[in-house]
């Protein structure tokens, strides 16, 4: 009997020892540092790659928002509530990396999208955004928002582009 009350105490000690442990896995939700979250820890040089448009002597440093149009026109806000132009979201720190994502609107609507920011350190950064980044640029056309679904196996880079989307997509509201 008292073999059978210890080995009992021990599984259910087991079991919630099991529920209680944190995985290194779970997501780190991203915060938009445009919206006065705080800062976030900076990452290392040469763990994001950059577009085009930001040269590297404009690259943001960590805890900076690049939220901000770029240059463009102004024109009349249209129907759809977007003024026509190019607009960047703000930098949005992940646990990889920071993502920035691009928009470009025309006669009201997201004609273009562009990651010029995100994780490719690591081999395996580069596979999963080769084939997540694509995806959500594809996904925001479609829904001309930021209600997009998240690439599988991309959740972090997923956020922070949703993230960053969403700060453009306000931006281009006028």
Excluded: H
């Excluded at 705080?38 to 805890?63: F, Y």
């Excluded at 955004?129 to 995806?135: H, K, M, Q, T, V």
């Amino acid at each position: 009997m008292k073999k059978i009350v210890i080995a009992l105490l021990a599984t259910i000690s087991g079991v919630v020892l099991l529920f209680s442990y944190r995985t290194s896995t779970e997501a780190i939700p991203p915060t938009s540092l445009a919206a006065g979250t705080g800062a976030e820890p900076s990452t290392s040089a040469g763990s994001t790659r950059s577009g085009s448009t930001p040269s590297a002597s404009s690259a943001p440093e960590a805890g900076q928002s690049t939220a901000q149009p770029v240059p463009s026109a102004r024109q009349p806000v249209t129907s759809t509530g977007l003024v026509d132009g190019t607009y960047q979201g703000p930098s949005t720190s992940t646990r990889w990396g920071p993502v920035q994502v691009q928009i470009t609107v025309g006669e009201g609507k997201v004609t273009d999208v562009q990651a010029i920011d995100y994780p490719t350190e690591s081999g395996r950064d580069q596979q999963i955004n080769s084939y997540a980044i694509p995806r959500l640029a594809t996904e925001a056309l479609a829904a001309q928002s930021a209600k997009i679904d998240m690439v599988s196996g991309a959740t972090v880079t997923s956020r922070g582009y949703i993230t960053s989307l969403q700060g453009a997509l306000d931006q281009a509201k006028g």
